[in-house]
């Protein structure tokens, strides 16, 4: 597992802040709660990774994580809307949305997912930040385990007809660890480890 190597290298609050942009990251975004620390622990196979607890005001950050020599994964915040106050939301949206737009370093998007209720308005909004510019997409539903087996799969074909052509969707568990190999492939891929 070539992402075992990754580490906390520093949170960004402010795009002046960014690493130089000559490198190769994939951006990995969900909301609050969707298991997105869980999910990226389980990638990189270390538990202590992307906290799995959070305050809102950590929550405002690009939080970067070197895998080598300018390789990056970035944990994008999510947010969880009722308790963050609107000059840190509008903060919060201003550098998602610069990032996006600007950052050439970005190979692809990463959509973390609760299985049982894919594709809310945050994840729709990062799925277009991430084709309007062109990138490769990719979905994970995690709590797979959380489901039978044959929701999980109706829950995958029908995330699957939702989103644009090209976006790739997959079922995922941090806790079976169902579909890790795949996702591990996939950003393995993007940053042409
Ligand atoms: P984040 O806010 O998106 O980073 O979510 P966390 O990773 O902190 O997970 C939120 C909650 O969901 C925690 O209680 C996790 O233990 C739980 N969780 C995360 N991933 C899974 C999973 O794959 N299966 C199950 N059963 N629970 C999970």
Redesign the pocket.
Known sequence: NLLRTAHYLKSVHELHQLPPDDSREVAIA?????????????ICDQNGL?????TPGRTQQLVYFQVAPQRYLVDLP?YGYAKVPPGLRDHWRGLIEAYFRTRASLQGLMV?M?VRHPLRDFDRQMLEYGTARGLACHCLL?????LPRGQAARALQETRRAVAPGVAVQL?????HQGVDEARATLTGWLAL
């Open positions: 969900g909301r609050s709660n969707a298991g997105k620390s869980s999910a990226i622990n389980a992307a906290r799995t607890s959070k999510g973390v609760d995690t709590k797979a385990d959380k995922f568990s941090a806790t079976s």
